[in-house]
């Protein structure tokens, strides 16, 4: 069967989109497919100086069905694929990712970089990587996520320093929350104005976005939960901590609310992504009943290659 690739087209594509990670979720649980909550954060937040018709692409059959898409980021040369389960094949797959390449240098204009990156390739996943490496694409030793999982079996009670308390993110909070993002990545980005439009996204739930309060109304740490209901598994994404207030049990209260918060909404079990060479936020998601179930590492081809 043939497909075409078709321009984002509003929250319809949205809703396409999201089929194909539910759907792809439910064939295989935990490889393969982003959560939904990263696709919310993908385009509402780090891709939102984008025009999405531009870096957003649909695949149809040739009746109008979804079957995958395909995302761009230009100025990093970076390029994401996701095809529903039923075709995903390689002799799908190859065209393509040939095509998602090719849109790509297109859209990156008269500096290239020098590779082209997909950076969402499961350790087990031999389908795509055989793909990735058919093409001229090998594995980049210097960045890697381990995938972990949390069952909900036995969730930790959340506790506090004296005088902090735990809420959800409300329109009077958003200022301090999006500076506690600041604080604790040391980005810039993440203005008032940009929370505001995250906060938008179709998928956010704002009793999700759990933060601890400082006793003078500081955001000191917080966590962002994202539901899939179909599937009842949960994702945290970002997950953060005021620099002035590390290193007091914040950021472990707040996830064990998180967790407590999507049990109540009937998720079975939540996920989390820590970098490999990040061993303090390993250490958070553990203490929080979080282990890890798979890896995830980055392809990179350079543009002289195949």
């Given amino acids: 069967m043939s497909f075409h690739a078709r321009p984002y087209a509003e929250l319809a594509g949205l809703d396409a989109m999201r089929r194909v990670l539910i759907e792809g979720r439910r064939a295989?649980?935990?490889?393969?497919?982003?959560?939904?909550?990263?696709?919310?954060?993908?385009?509402?937040?780090?891709?939102?100086?984008?025009?999405?018709?531009?870096?957003?692409?649909?695949?149809?059959?040739?009746?109008?069905?979804?079957c995958g898409w395909s995302l761009l980021t230009p100025h990093l040369g970076v390029f994401d694929l996701f095809v529903s389960p039923?075709?995903?094949?390689?002799?799908?797959?190859?065209?393509?990712?040939?095509?998602?390449e090719a849109r790509l240098v297109e859209q990156v204009g008269e500096q290239p970089p020098e590779s082209l990156v997909t950076m969402w390739v499961f350790d087990d996943d031999a389908l795509w990587r055989a793909v990735l490496e058919q093409r001229g694409y090998r594995r980049d030793p210097a960045y890697g996520l381990l995938y972990m999982r949390h069952t909900l079996d036995a969730i930790p009670a959340p506790e506090l320093p004296d005088g902090f308390r735990l809420a959800h993110v409300t329109d009077e909070i958003v200022e301090a929350r999006a500076a506690a993002h600041r604080a604790a990545f040391g980005s810039a980005r993440m203005t008032p104005g940009a929370y505001r439009q995250l906060r938008r996204a179709p998928d956010y739930r704002a009793e999700l976005d759990v933060v601890t309060l400082a006793p003078g109304g500081d955001?000191?740490?917080?966590?962002?939960?994202?539901?899939?209901?179909?599937?009842?598994?949960?994702?945290?994404?970002?997950?953060?901590?005021?620099?002035?207030?590390?290193?007091?049990?914040?950021?472990?209260?707040?996830?064990?609310?998180?967790?407590?918060?999507?049990?109540?909404?009937?998720?079975?079990?939540?996920?989390?992504?820590?970098?490999?060479?990040?061993?303090?936020?390993?250490?958070?998601?553990?203490?929080?009943?979080?282990?890890?179930?798979?890896?995830?590492?980055?392809?990179?081809?350079?543009?002289?290659?195949?």
Avoid: K
């Fill in 28 to 66: 295989s649980p935990h490889s393969g497919y982003i959560h939904l909550g990263d696709l919310n954060w993908w385009l509402f937040y780090l891709l939102r100086d984008y025009r999405l018709e531009d870096i957003a692409f649909l695949w149809e059959d040739g009746v109008g069905r979804v």
């Fill in 86 to 100: 039923e075709e995903r094949v390689a002799e799908q797959l190859a065209p393509m990712l040939a095509w998602t």
């Fill in 219 to 306: 955001v000191a740490s917080y966590i962002m939960g994202w539901y899939d209901a179909e599937n009842r598994v949960a994702e945290f994404e970002p997950v953060g901590t005021a620099p002035a207030f590390q290193r007091r049990g914040l950021g472990r209260a707040a996830m064990c609310e998180g967790l407590r918060r999507v049990q109540s909404f009937g998720a079975r079990e939540a996920i989390v992504y820590a970098e490999i060479d990040n061993p303090a936020s390993q250490a958070l998601y553990r203490s929080a009943g979080f282990r890890p179930t798979n890896r995830i590492g980055a392809y990179r081809r350079p543009l002289n290659g195949p």
